[in-house]
């Protein structure tokens, strides 16, 4: 896992020879993320690009050397390979990239995230949520914006893999107090997310209906 | 497995679209270059996604980088000065960090995308927004004050500046020295006494970037530019206050 610590340093550094190198071992990685997440948010709507691509994996390396490659020196190869650890990097930059909307594949559509009635009938609440794929889908895209990379890999760990809280703790080098706060944490947000999500679907269906 | 049902079924949806996924590993296999897309089934739109970027675009890329440059600047304190300097002030040093990112069209024939830092506040303004963006700091009295615009990638178009400071609705030009790299970067610093008439209280500092023949040629005309910039031109707008 050592194995690129040197050049990751040289690259933070900003030494040309270790930039060049670095983003040809990261592209893939890069790209398969942006790829992954452009056709979960296009979901149809429209035909991707090329050139999209390509503009989400240098956001991602841009951001990765932002602020003197403050998160690209947050590695620790001690605890997770190089790959994996640009990856969830990867998905919280893309994901804050469609959110802001500053490449938003859906730009010239609704809110982009849900139906606009999904929520219409004033019963529309967490039921509705946990029984749409595509409003999951949604509500995971935003969390994915929201967290920091240290949440997204939490949110993996214990909710996704279901890895119990001891070994969260071995892998993290957090305190048990700490995860679980981090899983607090995690419900309340999830919840405020899914309430803002209901409340942009319904700002739209009600603009659609006056003017309908 | 959460007690919690709606972060139960989100997990759920996680591990689902992790499962799509890994129904397309023969195409991600393309783009870590294991395969050739050739040998994959596959439609257009699929090719041209999974498609690994060629070297041109990795050169751009990497070159986009080292034309970034570092997006933090500090305001230093003077070190020269005799420490005089309460916590409160160190504070007021601290919160003067400054840091102004610029960016201008990549390859395409685009509106830029800004994203301007100050103080730790972060603004986005996209291209179809108005072309200005704003920023605060608190400046301690002995600092020197160093402001960057950098643009993400190199411009390659022959540029120029101009400043004012404004107070109290009336501007005045401003004459700081201002560095500007052949990429098109550009740098003021110098030490906050003397970078301003006074500080006694707040100025903002409005400027403009642009090719010289489009720049606002005097203070009014910088400030009316400032709420609707020309085409071209680029206008960072900072308040700056100064430590008790």
Redesign the interface.
């Known amino acids: 896992m050592a194995e690129h610590d040197d050049l990751v340093r040289r690259a933070a550094a900003r030494e040309p020879d270790a930039v060049r190198e670095l983003v040809g071992l990261l592209r893939p990685t890069i790209q398969l993320r942006a790829v992954r997440s452009l056709i979960r948010n296009m979901r149809g709507r429209r035909r991707s690009t090329a050139q999209e691509v390509e503009d989400l994996v240098q956001e991602v390396f841009l951001a990765l050397f932002d602020d003197d490659a403050r998160a690209l020196r947050a590695w620790d190869p001690a605890r997770l390979p190089l790959a994996a650890f640009v990856g969830v990097i990867a998905d919280h930059e893309v994901a804050s990239i469609f959110r802001s909307g500053r490449r938003r594949p859906y730009r010239d559509e609704e809110d982009g995230a849900v139906e606009p009635d999904t929520f219409a009938s004033d019963g529309g609440g967490a039921e509705a949520i946990v029984e749409c794929n595509e409003t999951l889908s949604a509500l995971l895209a935003r969390l994915r914006a929201e967290l920091s990379p240290k949440g997204l890999e939490l949110f993996h760990a214990l909710l996704v893999d279901e890895q119990p809280v001891e070994e969260v703790c071995a892998s993290t080098g957090m305190t048990r107090d700490a995860v679980y706060a981090w899983k607090s944490r995690l419900g309340k947000l999830v919840r405020r997310l899914a309430a803002e999500l209901r409340d942009s679907s319904r700002k739209v269906a009600a603009a659609q209906r006056s003017t309908s | 497995?959460?007690d919690?049902?709606?972060?139960?079924?989100?997990?759920?949806?996680?591990?689902?679209?992790?499962d799509e996924?890994r129904a397309r590993v023969d195409l991600?296999r393309v783009?870590?270059?294991e395969v050739s897309e050739t040998d994959v089934a596959a439609s257009d739109?699929e090719r041209?996604?999974?498609?690994?970027?060629d070297a041109a675009?990795?050169?751009?890329?990497?070159d986009?980088?080292?034309a970034?440059?570092?997006?933090?600047r500090v305001v230093k304190g003077a070190p020269s000065r005799k420490p005089r300097v309460t916590p409160i002030v160190l504070a007021f040093a601290a919160a003067a960090a400054i840091?102004l990112f610029f960016l201008f069209p990549?390859h395409?024939d685009e509106l830029p995308?800004y994203a301007f830092e100050l103080s730790g506040n972060v603004a986005?303004v996209?291209g179809d927004e108005p072309k200005a963006v704003e920023g605060r700091a608190t400046l301690h009295r002995d600092a020197t004050l160093e402001m960057v615009l950098r643009p993400?990638v190199a411009v390659t178009t022959k540029i120029a500046t101009t400043a004012a400071l404004l107070r109290d609705g009336a501007a005045r030009a401003w004459s700081p020295p201002i560095e500007i790299s052949p990429d098109g970067a550009v740098r003021i610093v110098g030490p906050v006494a003397s970078l301003f008439p006074d500080t006694e209280r707040r100025w903002e500092i409005v400027v403009a970037i642009g090719p010289e023949g489009a720049l606002p040629r005097d203070p009014a005309a910088l400030l009316a530019a400032a709420a609707a910039p020309p085409p071209g031109v680029r206008v960072v707008r900072a308040v700056v206050d100064f430590a008790k």
């Open positions: 497995m959460s919690d049902p709606l972060l139960s079924a989100l997990a759920r949806r996680a591990r689902e679209e992790r996924d991600e783009t870590r270059g739109e041209a996604l999974f498609r690994p970027l675009a990795e050169r751009r890329i990497a986009a980088i080292l970034s440059g570092p997006r933090v840091a990549r395409r995308v986005e996209r993400r």
